[in-house]
Nanobody, 124 residues
Framework: QVQLVESGGGLVQAGDSLRLSCAAS????????MAWFRQAPGKEREFVAA????????DYADSVKGRFAISRDNAKNTVYLQMNSLKSEDTALYYC?????????????????WGQGTQVTVST
């Protein structure tokens, strides 16, 4: 059974940093593009960042570009999201997702596996 387990969320102040991790039980982790999505209360789930199978290609939502960085360690079956200069509008439940397609996508429906999420709350 495939499991994606996120960790690293918490309560921080505006301007602080957090690093999220997602450990995947996928047998062939390096065959999957990985992504982070987030969902704030009362809002739809939105794309945050994605990384290709090799890690050579990344994609970011405009709202986080320059502040967040996605990376992966295929030897550890783990994907990370480094979040810097956090803002109150970054408050959300953050999910990681896995997709075996040829290219990364921002379309949530394309992702085959999802974690349960980790809460990030940014106070002002």
């Amino acid at each position: 059974q495939v499991q994606l387990v996120e960790s690293g969320g918490g309560l921080v102040q505006a301007g602080d940093s957090l690093r999220l991790s997602c450990a995947a039980s996928l047998r062939t982790f390096n065959n999957y593009n990985m992504a982070w999505f987030r969902q704030a209360p009362g809002k739809e789930r939105e794309f945050v960042a994605a990384i290709s199978r090799s890690g050579k290609s990344t994609d970011y939502a405009d709202s986080v570009k320059g502040r967040f960085a996605i990376s992966r360690d295929n030897a550890k079956n783990t994907v990370y999201l480094q979040m810097n200069s956090l803002k109150s509008e970054d408050t959300a439940l953050y999910y990681c997702a896995a997709d075996s397609a040829a290219y990364t996508t921002r379309w949530a429906a394309a992702y085959e596996y999802w974690g349960q999420g980790t809460q990030v709350t940014v106070s002002t």
